[in-house]
């Protein structure tokens, strides 16, 4: 008898592959490309830095192939890989993404399985459009820049018809009503090549008197935040979370002015909302004439489990935390976030007392107190009262004066201390925006869920941000008993002038 005779056929070795159970074809593509449907629970630091305000992350394009070939295979293995490739959705406001997008959702057995979906929205172009061969001609320096005048006028032009025609509109709500699995909403701003190019160059000749083309953050993130509630709201959407780490003060103006009637209702539906702000001059008014905005938005949010509100580190802005959030309780927090604040002591124990039998993290980034106020006493508070909390993150937090003090002799400023001032801290700082392709977009170099103890203030890791503990999961945890910590919080070494790197991570270990 031939060898070939004992070879098992294709016909053998296919029915071998078919008979094996779901459970075990999925673990095979967890190897591939991991579960897309388990993401970061609310209450971890990882949190905010993975799910909300991390750019999303294509996957490698040889995966991205070999789920491809998977799903190839026969119906069964179709559906089976769909999740792996239409989980996440992110789509960039462009003709090429919307027409993606709409592609996307009008296969429902697609569309089903997206849980989250991440709009990448690009500077807008706006007046002196006509000026972009003058800009770019050699005598004005755009020989440096290497930039092609007529795509960059192909591009102003297309966002003109978008938003004229409401294509985009008119796809967001085909979409936000195929997504019926729909949970997470995010706002990314997204920036080109050419486009950074370009503003370095406008940057380089703002005080020239040349001509200028405006090409700008503010109407987009309007514009953006605008059509995206309509759709979520007209097509009654499921969604319960919503992340904009790079949010423009008018675009809250915007939702409030064109669908007021909405905001409660969008507001009840939310168990997580972070919010970063990165509007740089007159926040402290910005925010209080937004006042109004939040005490109806929070007042709604009855079911919120996660919050962050943050700003500028830079520039931390001057307003009671109540002009904000209005002393609101909300019965399900887990995990509550703030950045960039001057505040009085009593002001964070009076929110945190209001939580303290429900909320299991705490991160105070960037928080200054006034003078007057001690850390010692939010400390003590924390620890006495507290009664489930697991962590709490104080990176850079100071006293006022001291800020103000080690800013004094800067030309300008930074979105981290000066030198000689960071605080090497574990947590990420996100994205003032992320690079994009010609492709749908391109993502920022991986990082881990848990960071390390390098310096991340300054290092390629300050670009993300994360809401839970700090001591990295690739180190052991400390197993010493509480004793051997400070007895009371008068021990933990606060002046009522400045803290140190070093006291900030005993105090959050000491909490």
Same mark, same amino acid.
């Given at each position: 008898?031939?060898?070939?005779?004992?070879?098992?056929?294709?016909?053998?070795?296919?029915?071998?592959?078919?008979?094996?159970?779901?459970?075990?074809?999925?673990?095979?593509?967890?190897?591939?490309?991991?579960?897309?449907?388990?993401?970061?629970?609310?209450?971890?630091?990882?949190?905010?830095?993975?799910?909300?305000?991390?750019?999303?992350?294509?996957?490698?394009?040889?995966?991205?192939?070999?789920?491809?070939?998977?799903?190839?295979?026969?119906?069964?293995?179709?559906?089976?890989?769909?999740?792996?490739?239409?989980?996440?959705?992110?789509?960039?406001?462009?003709?090429?993404?919307?027409?993606?997008?709409?592609?996307?959702?009008?296969?429902?057995?697609?569309?089903?399985?997206?849980?989250?979906?991440?709009?990448?929205?690009?500077?807008?172009?706006?007046?002196?459009?006509?000026?972009?061969?003058?800009?770019?001609?050699?005598?004005?320096?755009? /020989?440096?820049?290497? !930039? #092609?005048?007529?795509?960059?006028? @192909?591009?102003?032009? &297309?966002?003109?018809? $978008? *938003?004229? =025609?409401?294509?985009?509109?008119?796809?967001?709500?085909?979409?936000?009503?195929?997504?019926?699995?729909?949970?997470?909403?995010?706002?990314?701003?997204?920036?080109?090549?050419?486009?950074?190019?370009?503003?370095?160059?406008?940057?380089?000749?703002?005080?020239?008197?040349?001509?200028?083309?405006?090409?700008?953050?503010?109407?987009?993130?309007?514009?953006?935040?605008?059509?995206?509630?309509?759709?979520?709201?007209?097509?009654?959407?499921?969604?319960?979370?919503?992340?904009?780490?790079?949010?423009?003060?008018?675009?809250?103006?915007?939702?409030?002015?064109?669908?007021?009637?909405?905001?409660?209702?969008?507001?009840?539906?939310?168990?997580?909302?972070?919010?970063? /702000?990165?509007?740089? !001059? #007159?926040?402290?008014?910005?925010? @209080?004439?937004?006042? &109004?905005?939040?005490? $109806? *938005?929070? =007042?709604?949010?009855?079911?919120?489990?996660?919050?962050?509100?943050?700003?500028?580190?830079?520039?931390?802005?001057?307003?009671?935390?109540?002009?904000?959030?209005?002393?609101?309780?909300?019965?399900?927090?887990?995990?509550?976030?703030?950045?960039?604040?001057?505040?009085?002591?009593?002001?964070?124990?009076?929110?945190?007392?209001?939580?303290?039998?429900?909320?299991?993290?705490?991160?105070?980034?960037?928080?200054?107190?006034?003078?007057?106020?001690?850390?010692?006493?939010?400390?003590?508070?924390?620890?006495?009262?507290?009664?489930?909390?697991?962590?709490?993150?104080?990176?850079?937090?100071?006293?006022?004066?001291?800020?103000?003090?080690?800013?004094?002799?800067?030309?300008?400023?930074?979105? #981290?201390?000066?030198?000689?001032?960071?605080?090497?801290? &574990?947590?990420?700082?996100?994205?003032?925006?992320?690079?994009?392709?010609?492709?749908?977009?391109?993502?920022?170099?991986?990082?881990?869920?848990?960071?390390?103890?390098?310096?991340?203030?300054?290092?390629?890791?300050?670009?993300?941000?994360?809401?839970?503990?700090?001591?990295?999961?690739?180190?052991?945890?400390?197993?010493?008993?509480?004793?051997?910590?400070?007895?009371?919080?008068?021990?933990?070494?606060?002046?009522?002038?400045?803290?140190?790197?070093?006291?900030?991570?005993?105090?959050?270990?000491?909490?």
């Amino acid at each position: 008898m031939s060898n070939s005779s004992h070879q098992p056929t294709w016909a053998a070795k296919a029915t071998g592959i078919y008979a094996l159970s779901n459970e075990l074809l999925k673990e095979i593509l967890d190897y591939i490309e991991s579960d897309p449907e388990i993401s970061v629970s609310i209450d971890r630091r990882a949190y905010l830095s993975v799910e909300s305000f991390r750019p999303p992350s294509p996957p490698l394009p040889s995966r991205a192939q070999d789920i491809g070939n998977f799903r190839l295979v026969c119906s069964r293995f179709a559906e089976l890989g769909a999740p792996y490739q239409w989980t996440r959705v992110a789509t960039r406001l462009s003709p090429a993404g919307l027409r993606r997008l709409e592609k996307i959702c009008s296969r429902s057995n697609l569309a089903k399985h997206t849980r989250k979906f991440s709009y990448l929205v690009p500077f807008f172009y706006g007046e002196g459009r006509e000026h972009v061969e003058e800009i770019l001609h050699p005598r004005n320096g755009g /020989f440096r820049c290497s !930039l #092609d005048a007529s795509s960059i006028k @192909r591009k102003a032009e &297309d966002q003109r018809s $978008i *938003v004229e =025609s409401g294509e985009d509109v008119r796809i967001l709500r085909k979409a936000m009503a195929a997504f019926t699995s729909l949970q997470h909403v995010q706002i990314l701003r997204v920036q080109d090549e050419t486009d950074g190019r370009l503003l370095d160059l406008l940057h380089e000749r703002e005080h020239s008197g040349a001509p200028l083309v405006e090409l700008k953050w503010t109407p987009a993130c309007v514009h953006a935040t605008r059509t995206i509630g309509e759709a979520l709201m007209q097509s009654r959407s499921p969604f319960s979370r919503f992340s904009g780490p790079m949010m423009n003060a008018q675009s809250a103006m915007a939702i409030k002015e064109h669908i007021p009637q909405t905001v409660s209702l969008l507001a009840s539906r939310l168990t997580c909302l972070e919010l970063h /702000f990165d509007d740089g !001059l #007159d926040l402290n008014e910005r925010m @209080r004439e937004l006042s &109004d905005v939040f005490r $109806i *938005v929070f =007042s709604a949010a009855t079911n919120l489990q996660a919050l962050h509100i943050g700003f500028p580190s830079r520039l931390p802005i001057n307003l009671r935390l109540e002009e904000i959030f209005h002393n609101v309780q909300w019965e399900k927090l887990r995990a509550f976030g703030i950045q960039a604040w001057r505040l009085e002591a009593d002001e964070i124990i009076n929110l945190a007392r209001r939580h303290n039998r429900t909320l299991r993290g705490l991160r105070l980034r960037d928080v200054l107190l006034k003078e007057g106020s001690h850390w010692k006493d939010v400390l003590s508070m924390l620890r006495a009262e507290m009664e489930l909390l697991d962590w709490v993150s104080l990176r850079r937090v100071d006293y006022s004066n001291h800020f103000d003090e080690l800013w004094a002799d800067s030309m300008e400023v930074a979105d #981290d201390p000066p030198a000689g001032a960071s605080d090497s801290d &574990d947590e990420y700082d996100f994205p003032t925006h992320i690079s994009a392709s010609d492709g749908e977009f391109e993502s920022d170099e991986d990082d881990s869920d848990w960071p390390s103890d390098a310096d991340t203030d300054h290092g390629p890791e300050a670009n993300e941000l994360a809401l839970s503990p700090d001591t990295p999961i690739s180190l052991p945890f400390c197993t010493c008993s509480r004793s051997s910590y400070p007895a009371s919080a008068d021990d933990l070494g606060d002046n009522g002038l400045s803290v140190l790197h070093h006291q900030r991570k005993l105090w959050e270990k000491w909490v």
